[in-house]
């Protein structure tokens, strides 16, 4: 760890230890916190600022401290951020063979057979290729990951209402826009209506997997 990364974790934990406010705070009283910094990483990212783009990935890092702060302090199962860092370390190695071992990757695609294969020897106690997908996603980027899930057991992919399909991004935004403003003239929860039908998807998967 670099001394200045050093000096963040020692203050982190100075913190932890001095500051009666944070010594309250547990992993699920951050949980808000975490969601509301890494939104504020993307927009700097979306806008283009370098400056709050730097600041607010140290915000972001900061929780990543405060997190391991908390679980070093655990009873039960303690561990601290070079834990932490040891792991990530550890995964990244495994999930690059073409960067740490003899494996060839000379496309992206050859990179991700790689990646995915590492990923699946290290999650063998999954049951289905749904399991992983975080359930607290936004909705929108939720049923993007599910729908790629869904891609290798439904090949004949999902099936809806037939439209004009957007040429670019900005048409992409264009028409959830208005999809959404059709929603709210009519009443319609439009988060909740993806959430339902995420789930049908998701049980339409489970489903093909059971057979």
């Known amino acids: 760890m670099s001394d200045a990364l050093r000096d963040a974790a020692e203050t982190m934990r100075a913190v932890r230890d001095r500051c009666v406010w944070s010594q309250q705070i547990t992993h699920r009283d951050l949980v808000p916190y975490l969601i509301e910094e890494s939104h504020e990483v993307i927009d700097a990212v979306e806008v283009g600022d370098r400056a709050e783009l730097r600041e607010e990935l140290g915000d972001l890092l900061w929780q990543v401290l405060f997190h391991a702060a908390i679980a070093a302090q655990d009873p039960d199962e303690p561990f601290d951020i070079d834990d932490v860092a040891r792991t990530l370390t550890e995964k990244m190695v495994r999930r690059h063979p073409h960067v740490f071992a003899d494996a060839v990757a000379t496309t992206p695609e050859e990179v991700l057979v790689h990646w995915n294969a590492a990923k699946a020897a290290e999650k063998r106690e999954r049951t289905s290729v749904l399991d992983g997908v975080p359930s607290g996603m936004p909705g929108l980027a939720r049923a993007q990951k599910v729908l790629g899930r ?8 999902v099936t809806g209402e037939t439209r004009e399909p957007p040429a670019s991004e900005a ?20 988060e909740r209506a993806l959430r339902e039908r995420i789930r049908v998807l998701e049980d339409e998967v489970r489903e093909a997997e059971s057979r």
């Open 171 to 190: 048409e992409l935004g264009d028409a959830l826009l208005a999809l959404v403003a059709q929603a709210r003239e009519n009443g319609w929860d439009a």
């Open 150 to 157: 869904a891609a290798s057991v439904l090949p004949e992919g």
